[in-house]
């Protein structure tokens, strides 16, 4: 077959497909035909590059010049000037696009973006067609399966994982090789493994990217975890939300087992090893792991008491074992490199590399991976650009609606397991939101326990009542309603319901508040004791005001005041009427002089 | 797939294919001018004589690209060859023919095809 001169990698991750990637590729596909060049220039599409508030992105090889922000028009720009005359198109670059990234020369590698990162579970993201098992197989795919199968025990297999030190990327950060060793140490003829890929924490996208650019990586480890722990069947448990991770892991699943990588006798060993997908139905809770083999038997997705735990009584009370989607991407490079190599990565106790998707204030919007134990400034302001417009970090929140903040006086803590939850905070899944001075703490607290109180599967009392009295709580704190001892009420809740709700959920969901409290007390006072919220977010606690010396009585805030409660005249500053005003901004929006805002 | 050797086979296929990707790996270069100028003197043909021969002969340390005019239009089919180290080799007035002679002794053998090479005289009259 003609190997092409050029291979030009357009990003077919969520992120990018939403900005039209898909439209690019068909349209460069026409334009290649038009310039003669369709033998000469291979078009791939692949997984997330992590940069995803620049996309959509395109990177031509042999140069490795990587395209931000690309339009269909600029598309024909590159393909005239760089696919046709070899002429790199400077302005276009992704280095030249924004300073974010300014870095010398083109090369992808070469951002600051990627220079500070370590990718292992992303390590074929952007690298590598997802749709195009060939490609992954170039790339060490299923050599590890095959290195298992042929030279190791399962025993050797779940003590190589153990020593590696990897624990789960989930949120919990349960050791995996114990966890194998529990699963293996079972009894039953028939066992299960499962793939946790119900991300649901508001903001994270860390699993999804991993399955729509990288599929077979988690194909290959559920078969190997398979091995190691006696299992023939494999469930991955994928929310219907994600359409194209969902349409690459069956595409995956069936090159799979065209090749015999999955299916009977896998490398003419005798191992039996196969995968189905189930789709969730969009549950938060379905993410805990007894909701989720529950919903994966066809029942309601409710979670249970443990013991007995899934490793004894799990899916169709079999034996189970269900480890989160990153957690399966570290396996192969680990089996491959071996324990050492892993272990050489991070600090004593979180080994390896973390994927964090961060998002919020922040310049760079996307993807990371990084080695355990990086200090969480490198992350905000040398891989993520800093905070927009010039304002000031406020704190970082990890963890989803389990996890907690991390404020700006803490931003050198390490991003491991046990120094986030020594703070108060959590590693979670990986969801990383950065907030700056105009985000609320009690308002961020409430957004967290309102997705809670929504997504709290009701079994239980604690969470089903108590997260509910503790959101009543909190509103009544931000409609200025705030009496002394209502934060005392809230922690003694929080309390209660940690140490008495069924599963995960309800034990982490007042985790946010709690810790907004331990840092941000002082926000809280100055709601209940003040009546201000001192960012200026809480509706009911800020006034909008006109500033008379900047107001230059142009009227354009009346005229899109929906309540008409602005009023004034030529040469005379205008004025807020604040018996009908309803604080929706939509004057400050407006005005061109800057003259209205917030206050407290 | 029923065997290693079997997996080992398509992988190095397929690698094969995607060599170009790898850009920590140590390659030559070679670089064909393909402005107007290079490619109204014919460096189009010269540009796939490179690439199909690269495949006929399996060379997977070798990436063919193009670049842009290099001012001296006159000399054109203009091609540069780098080596690992990033010296480089100018080759000018280039054609098929000529192109395959640079493969076989300059990218597979190592040895530069001093006759096809710029010479001072031309480099300072162009």
Redesign the interface.
């Known amino acids: 077959?003609?190997?092409?001169?050029?291979?030009v990698?357009i990003c077919g991750g969520t992120g990018c497909l939403s900005n039209n990637s898909m439209k690019l590729k068909e349209h460069l596909e026409n334009k290649l035909k038009e310039l003669d060049l369709e033998k000469?220039v291979q078009i791939i599409m692949t997984g997330c590059f992590g940069l995803c508030a620049e996309g959509p992105i395109i990177v031509v090889?042999?140069?490795?010049a990587m395209y931000s922000q690309v339009s269909i028009k600029e598309l024909d720009t590159i393909a005239e000037e760089h696919l046709?005359?070899?002429?790199i198109v400077e302005k276009l670059l992704l280095a030249n696009r924004t300073q974010a990234y300014d870095e010398e020369g083109h090369?992808?590698?070469n951002t600051d973006f990627f220079k500070m990162q370590k990718r292992v579970a992303l390590r074929n993201c952007g690298?590598?067609n997802p749709e195009n098992i060939?490609?992954y197989?170039?790339?060490?795919?299923?050599?590890a399966l095959?290195k298992v199968l042929?030279e190791m025990t399962p025993q050797q297999v779940i003590d190589e994982i153990t020593a590696s030190g990897l624990r789960g990327r989930g949120g919990a950060g349960f050791p995996t090789g114990t966890k194998w060793k529990f699963a293996a140490a079972s009894e039953g003829d028939v066992k299960y493994v499962a793939c946790n890929a119900d991300e649901g924490d508001p903001g994270a996208f860390m699993d999804r990217s991993v399955l729509e650019g990288d599929p077979h990586s988690v194909l290959e480890a559920m078969a190997i975890a398979g091995y190691a722990t006696g299992a023939h069947q494999g469930f991955i448990y994928v929310r219907a939300e994600y359409p194209t991770a969902v349409k690459r892991l069956n595409i995956a699943i069936d090159q799979a087992r065209e090749?015999?990588?999955l299916g009977k006798?896998?490398?003419?060993t005798g191992f039996d090893f196969d995968i189905e997908l189930r789709l969730g139905a969009g549950a938060f809770v379905c993410g805990e792991e007894t909701a989720l083999m529950r919903s994966i038997e066809g029942h309601r997705g409710e979670p249970r008491p443990r013991p007995p735990f899934p490793a004894v009584k799990g899916i169709f009370d079999k034996p189970s074992m269900l480890n989160n989607v990153e957690t399966y991407a570290n396996i192969c490079p680990i089996i491959l490199n071996g324990a050492e190599w892993f272990a050489s990565m991070g600090t004593e106790k979180s080994k390896g590399t973390k994927v964090f998707a961060v998002g919020g204030k922040i310049n760079n919007t996307g993807l990371v991976e990084i080695e355990m134990g990086t200090p969480l400034r490198e992350v905000i302001y040398n891989i993520g650009g800093g905070v927009p417009e010039g304002k000031k970090f406020k704190a970082a929140q990890t963890g989803g609606p389990s996890g907690g903040c991390i404020p700006a006086s803490l931003i050198d803590t390490p991003m491991t397991y046990d120094d986030l939850n020594e703070i108060g905070s959590m590693m979670g899944s990986g969801g990383l939101i950065v907030m700056d001075e105009d985000n609320c703490m009690v308002d961020i607290a409430k957004f967290y326990l309102g997705f809670i109180v929504d997504e709290s599967c009701g079994k239980c009392p604690p969470c089903r009542i108590g997260t509910k009295r503790m959101l009543e709580l909190l509103e009544k704190i931000t409609d200025g309603r705030g009496e002394e001892g209502d934060v005392e009420r809230l922690e003694k809740l929080a309390k209660n319901i940690k140490a008495s709700a069924l599963c995960g959920l309800g034990q982490t969901a007042p985790n946010p508040v709690l810790s907004t409290i331990r840092h941000f007390r002082d926000e809280y006072d100055a709601h209940v004791r003040d009546k201000k919220c001192p960012a200026a977010v809480c509706k009911n606690l800020v006034r909008i005001v006109i500033d008379k010396d900047k107001c230059r009585s142009c009227g354009l805030c009346a005229k899109n005041c929906p309540v008409s409660c602005i009023r004034g005249e030529r040469k005379v500053p205008y004025e807020i009427d604040y018996t009908k005003c309803i604080k929706c901004g939509a004057c400050i929006e407006r005005c061109p002089f800057n003259a209205i805002s917030r206050e407290s | 797939?029923?065997?290693?050797a079997e997996?080992a086979a398509?992988?190095q296929?397929?690698?094969?294919?995607?060599n170009?990707?790898n850009?920590d790996s140590e390659r030559q270069?070679i670089?064909?001018?393909?402005?107007?100028c290079g490619?109204a003197a014919g460096a189009r043909p010269v540009?796939?004589t490179f690439?199909e021969e690269?495949?006929k002969r399996n060379l997977t340390d070798v990436?063919?690209?193009?670049?842009?005019c290099m001012g001296m239009c006159v000399l054109e089919p203009m091609v540069d060859v780098y080596d690992t180290k990033g010296n480089k080799t100018t080759y000018v007035h280039m054609n098929p023919e000529k192109a395959k002679r640079v493969i076989a002794e300059h990218i597979v053998n190592g040895q530069p095809v001093t006759e096809f090479m710029i010479t001072a005289e031309e480099a300072n009259n162009a």
Not at chain 1, 61 to 64: D, F, I, L, R, S
Not at chain 1, 265 to 268: A, E, H, L, T, V
């Open positions: 077959m003609q190997i092409a001169r050029s291979h990698l000469e090889y042999p140069e490795g046709l005359k070899g002429r090369q992808v590698e690298r590598i060939d490609e197989i170039a790339y060490d795919g299923y050599q095959g042929t090749y015999g990588l006798d896998i490398f003419g | 797939m029923k065997s290693l997996l398509l992988r296929k397929s690698l094969d294919k995607l170009m990707r850009e270069r670089v064909v001018g393909m402005a107007t490619i540009m796939n690439v690269v495949n990436a063919v690209s193009m670049t842009g």
